[in-house]
């Protein structure tokens, strides 16, 4: 089988010789006394060359995002799961105020002044950073199980199998747009996430480096929970495959940022040590999983 | 045809590996009891110079120095730090059957001769082994010098993500059903466990946990008193490991070969 | 033992229990899966025996 951009040709020395090494001459395609004759539909100069490997990556990186802007049903799904995280945390941190004996929420006097009757009673700023992750690890979870089901599904994963390209330019793509619709919907969640619990809380004045964590962890978790989705949806494993591979392996990540954004938020007096140095490991987590998963595609996929 | 040929000849390069390996297996497995013995013994010799030669460490101030043997102590004097002379050997060891079974995932996906699969599964079911080991013993001694059964300390957690990362990879395997595909996917898989498990290891330590203090007593340097049986058991536990992994190497293969037997017999029943 | 004495030592009887039971576990751990290993040999070495016997009732037909 040739690919695409390979020529055909149909000389006699490329004829397989067998072991005689010379082929009897009636056995020749061509007949002895004719030249051997080019195919002349073969073009003249410029042989078709493969799309660059940087025109593959954009076509696929189209293809997934268009794909998602047209159902939109990823996006839509990983946002309401998010607010249905948030409404669980808020449960969660509802009972949080001032308690009585028995063990119900006390109810304050009339007169009573300080925080509205129903915000939390702790200060929720130093778990804060932790329970943003865990929305964004939980919502990936269910976006990354998705993006595979939806193109099996529909048969279109078989098609870019067959085109002849490097298989990891598909992770290449596949893993940035992963990291694209996760940033789409933090960028919908975290300001949620701010009203539902921050407000009315001091955030330090350095709470702009979120950022940082966000978009790193973003990348880590994109990346590697695209090979892993690829892996778990070849198997006989549900979701819940996904999620026992991905947890562990997410992990050092998970602890880094969590340390990174909770130092962001709180605000410290030592920020080098609280902040750049859990950044700059989840920089170096990035720096080698990432490479790591691009390596091991190519064997998943070709399986 | 030409290509006969070029079969013929890796045929049997590959029977003159064959060979070559099939006499180390040979010897490996003969001497797997005196190995397993070996490492046991080394392992509680080590065990007992613990107890014997190597001092003990201090823990809390006492409130009066006394005398004893000649030297001058001022701190209370622990014996749960014992722990340690069985707990980091075997943490040791599941680290390196962690190596093994990455390297055999990736010999796997080199070369796909399903053996290394195997091999690697055994690696990981020593690993798995080891991993409980260390957690048992660690878990034992958190509880006595903080008094509670679990801190998200750099060690239980390390230990606890690689347990996890382990179990993940025999239910990944438990989840697929062709042989060749379940070899590339746990290689796979076994090959990010083991650079995930490096990075967890270096970025617990690298970043405090915050709620627990480590005090890590011994990382001021081993003196020789304490290094002789800490090597002693370490080595010992290796052996021991290595005889356990050839054994249960050899009981899968066989068990492998009896399947591939069953099967062939299936068939020519289903042929007459 | 002097009072000094038994204050400095005074740790170690409480913790021999559990130096002693991690000690063991370790030990128990690794039999387990020794056992287990032994007994899966068993079951493989019975079933081939089965299957050879089989082989020769049907050379013998």
Known sequence: MTAPGERVDNSPGDLPTGSLGVLPNNLSNNPPAKPPAKPPAKPANNPPTKPSGFRQFCVLFNRDIKQELRTRQMLSSMGIYALLV?????????HTGPVATSGVAAVLPAGTPASPPTSPGISLISISGGLMWAMIVFTSLLGLARSFKAEKEADGWEGVLLVPLDRSLIFLAKACANLVFLLVVEAVTIPLFYVFFLSGLELAASFWLVAGPLLVGSAGIAGVGTLLATLTSGTRGTDVLLAILFV????????????ATTAALVGSPDMALDYARPMVLAAAYDLIMLPVCWLLYDFIVST | MCEEAVKDKKTTERDDKAVVEGAATALADRMLLPLLVAGALLASLGFVLAFTTAPLVVGAEADVPALIGGQMVTHKLLLSQKIFFFHVPVAVVS????????LYGLRFLRQRDQIYDLKAMVAAEIALLFIVMTMLSGELWERFEWGVWWTWEPRLTTYLILMLLVIAYFILRAGIDDPERRAVFASAFGAIAFVDGLISLAVTRLIPAGAHPVVFRTDSGLPPAMLVPFILTLLGMLLVAFGLYRF????????????????????????? | MD??????????????PYVIAAYALIWLVLLAYVAVVISNLKKTEREMAALREELQRQQKD
């Not at chain 2, 293969?253 to 017999?265: G, I, N, T, V």
């Not at chain 3, 009072?3 to 021999?16: G, N, Q």
Request: charged residues 15%; glycine residues 4%.
């Open chain 1, 248 to 259: 562990p392996v997410i992990f050092p990540l998970l602890y880094t940022v969590v340390a």
């Open chain 2, 95 to 102: 680290f390196i059957g962690l190596f093994v079974m990455a």
């Open chain 2, 248 to 272: 249960r190497l050899r009981e899968r293969r066989l068990h492998q070969q009896l399947d591939e037997l069953k099967a062939s017999y299936e068939n020519q029943k289903g042929m007459h």
């Open chain 3, 3 to 16: 009072s000094i004495l038994a204050e400095i030592y005074s740790t170690v009887l409480p913790a021999a």
């Open chain 1, 86 to 94: 948030l409404v669980v945390f808020g449960a969660a941190f509802a």
